[in-house]
């Protein structure tokens, strides 16, 4: 691979202009959640990017962005939301229907998780959910999210 994920979603969010454009940063660690696995196999680097892309959306939303980091708290809200869709839309463009559900139940039980105060349960919702991304669904995994979907 040339460049790592985080730099290359740093390049694109700085070409697409706007307001993230000049929030973007190179800088930031690969995150343990870019995918790599039997699924994945030949996609590898565009698999990785769009799974970076929807990872820092999430951190946008609960914490600070590795690649972009606005002072206004409402761009990070904006750009968590474009970074969702940026991910998502690779994603779909792969033609891979069954990750695109699983990143979006990624996104929603993270975000559910976070409003109950569970960063724990948040954390583990996105290891499954990459596992499953690279490599499919183990058993076991939906059942997982529907206790996750009923831990209030």
């Known amino acids: 691979m040339s460049a790592n994920a985080l730099e290359r979603l740093a390049d694109e969010v700085r070409q697409a202009g706007g307001l993230l454009a000049g929030a973007a940063t190179p800088d930031g660690s690969h995150a343990p959640f870019a995918a790599s696995g039997a699924r994945t196999a030949g996609n590898d680097a565009e698999y990785e990017l ?17 690649v972009v980091r606005p002072d206004d708290p409402d761009l990070a809200l904006l750009g968590g939301d474009r970074l969702y869709a940026l991910g998502l839309a690779r994603l779909a463009d792969l033609g891979d229907l ?11 039980l993270t975000a559910q998780a976070h409003a109950e105060s569970e960063p724990e349960r948040a954390a583990a919702v996105w290891r499954a959910g990459a596992r499953a991304v690279a490599d499919g669904a183990p058993p076991g995994h939906e059942a997982a999210k529907a206790a996750w979907r009923g831990a209030r």
């Open 50 to 66: 769009l799974v970076e892309a929807i990872r820092e959306g999430y951190l946008l939303h609960y914490g600070t962005g590795r």
């Open 98 to 108: 069954e990750a695109v559900a699983e990143l979006a139940d990624v996104i929603s």
